[in-house]
Every structure is written in structure tokens, then in C-alpha cells.
């Protein structure tokens, strides 16, 4: 079966508004006789003869004016389709909006990004969901429309990525821990009772640090393994543990613990926001993203480091 020709549509709605082969001709800026095959290809297509000569006019068919309000309508929602975006009204948008966090974001910039969502769209609702790992097919399929993490190897070539903040490991203890009395050395902070961080329960910490370890023939031991930050600074207050955290990201979860810069040279890493480029043009996506952004920019009132 062969595809209707949709600018027929076009010329449907011109012939029944004029009632008129000529008239309607010069609304679309044709001859009448283009018109005419028009209206014939028409006839043909739908199996009604649509417009019939009464005197020296045309009248509509029961067919033709069963068609007008609808054609009418099918040429006002393709319009709007192919019309530029209108300027977004923040006040009036009505939206929810998946955000996809590690360990620690959320209670770091969740207020305030949610203050400013509120005053800005009340409309707009935040929903933030645990990251448990890296995998790409959330932001895929839609389910997360946004997502914030470190860009590797494993990020899916396809999406589209903006850098936030730098942030680097520091080391975090209980107030009465021995840690809090004198300078650290690498062979203080190794000797120490740890606690690993993975999301997938592994054996291993952020590699950068056990590396930087075995170059100076140290190896540190892990305690517990937890699945994430969060977990490891609450087991900290009660126990001579060490819990080695991202600064920034777990600014608030710091509170009322004694945190130091560890005693190892570390690259610090670069903490970006991650979306599919389906909603690269979004008007109400782009905001959000300027939020995120100017907010995760402010510098964090519990950095240790100057």
C-alpha cells in the first residue's frame, strides 16, 4: 500500500475554507489548474467526489464536511510541531525530572539545588535515585534524564558530558581518633584500621590511592567493606576507623568528624553531569542543567584544603 501524499492535507484545507478551485489556488500559490488535479487527486484518494458544482459554485460533500475541522486541526498540531520552541516559562512548567547521584551528592547539593528548583519552577519535581554502578542504559532508555559521576572508560561514547567540580580523597576520623594529634605520614595513615568504599562490594578501593601506596611500599587494611560513603563515615564515629572520602561530595556527611588531607601526591578528579543527547535541545533540560551547574560551582563551606 503506498503512502498518502501529506501535502494533499494542505490543499484539502485550502479547497474546503474557499469553497472555491481559484480562490484556493491563490491561497497556496498555485494555477487553478494545478489546483484542479489537485482536487482530482483528492477525489481519488478518499473515494468522494468532496466538492460538486452547484451553479456556478462548489458545495461541500457529507464527506468533505466531516474532513474540514478535522484537517484543520491535523495542520495546527503538525504547525506547532515544526514551529520553533517558545521561550520556556519556568512559573508555568510542569515536570518531573530522574537524577541519578553517587554516594553523597544529594545530601551535599540536593537543598540547594531543590531551594532553587522551588523558587524558580514550584511545577518541577526532583527525583534523585541511587547509582549503584556505571551502566549507561538508564540515560538510554530514559528512565534518568540526568546523571552525575566521573567520565572514564566505561561512559557510553554516545552521551553528552559537562564538567562540574574537581574533587580529591581526604582522609576522615572520629575526633578522639590518634590521627587528630600530630603530623600524618604515609606510614601513620597506612597502619590504620580502614574502612573500603565499593558499590559493587569488592575488595578494593579507588585504585589511585592503593597505587600511590605501593610505590612507597606500603599497603593499607581494610576492616569492612561498605557500599558507600555514607556508610563508611558513620562506622567511623564509633570506632578508631579510617574512611577515605571525595571532599566535596560528602561535605555535609563530614559533620562532627576530623578530616585531613592525606599524606599521598593524588590527582584530583573531575566530577561531571552526564545526559543523552535526545534532550541536549530541551529547553526545560538545558535549565536544569545551568542550575546544576552554577550551583555545584559555589565553593563548599567544609573544604579542608585552601
Request: proline share 6%; hydrophobic share 40%.
Amino acid at each position: 500500500m503506498s503512502k498518502p501524499d501529506l501535502n494533499l492535507l494542505f490543499t484539502l484545507d485550502a479547497l474546503l475554507a474557499e469553497g472555491n478551485v481559484t480562490r484556493a489556488a491563490q491561497r497556496l500559490h498555485l494555477s487553478p489548474s494545478a489546483m484542479s488535479r489537485a482536487l482530482a487527486r483528492l477525489r481519488e484518494t478518499t473515494g468522494d467526489p468532496l466538492l460538486v458544482r452547484a451553479g456556478r459554485g462548489l458545495v461541500a460533500t457529507p464527506r468533505a464536511l466531516e474532513l474540514r475541522e478535522q484537517v484543520s486541526r491535523l495542520l495546527q498540531e503538525a504547525q506547532a510541531v515544526l514551529r520553533p520552541v517558545e521561550q520556556l516559562d519556568l512559573k508555568r512548567l510542569v515536570r518531573s525530572f530522574t537524577l541519578r547521584t553517587s554516594d553523597g551528592f544529594v545530601e551535599t547539593f540536593g537543598p540547594t539545588l531543590i531551594a532553587r528548583i522551588s523558587q524558580e519552577a514550584p511545577g518541577v519535581q526532583l527525583r534523585f535515585v541511587h547509582k549503584p554502578d556505571k551502566d549507561s542504559t538508564p540515560l538510554r532508555d530514559g528512565t534518568v534524564d540526568l546523571e552525575t559521576g566521573v567520565v572514564d572508560q566505561t561512559t557510553a561514547p554516545e552521551l553528552l558530558t559537562q564538567a562540574l567540580f574537581r574533587d580529591r580523597f581526604i582522609g576522615v576520623v572520629r575526633q578522639d581518633h590518634p590521627l587528630t594529634r600530630g603530623a600524618i605520614t604515609p606510614a601513620l595513615y597506612a597502619a590504620g584500621r580502614h574502612i573500603g568504599v565499593s558499590r559493587r562490594g569488592q575488595d578494593k578501593g579507588p585504585q589511585q590511592i592503593e597505587h600511590a601506596l605501593h610505590t612507597l611500599g606500603l599497603q593499607r587494611q581494610q576492616v569492612a567493606i561498605v557500599g558507600g560513603f555514607a556508610s563508611a563515615l558513620a562506622l567511623t564515629r564509633g570506632d578508631d576507623l579510617i574512611a577515605t572520602v571525595p571532599e566535596r561530595h560528602t561535605a555535609t556527611l563530614r559533620t562532627g568528624l576530623h578530616s585531613f588531607a592525606l599524606p599521598l601526591v593524588l590527582a584530583p578528579i573531575t566530577v561531571s553531569m552526564l545526559w543523552h543527547p535526545r534532550l541536549d535541545a530541551d529547553p526545560a533540560h538545558r535549565w536544569l542543567r545551568a542550575c546544576l551547574r552554577e550551583i555545584c560551582a559555589e565553593p563548599a563551606a567544609n573544604d579542608i584544603l585552601a
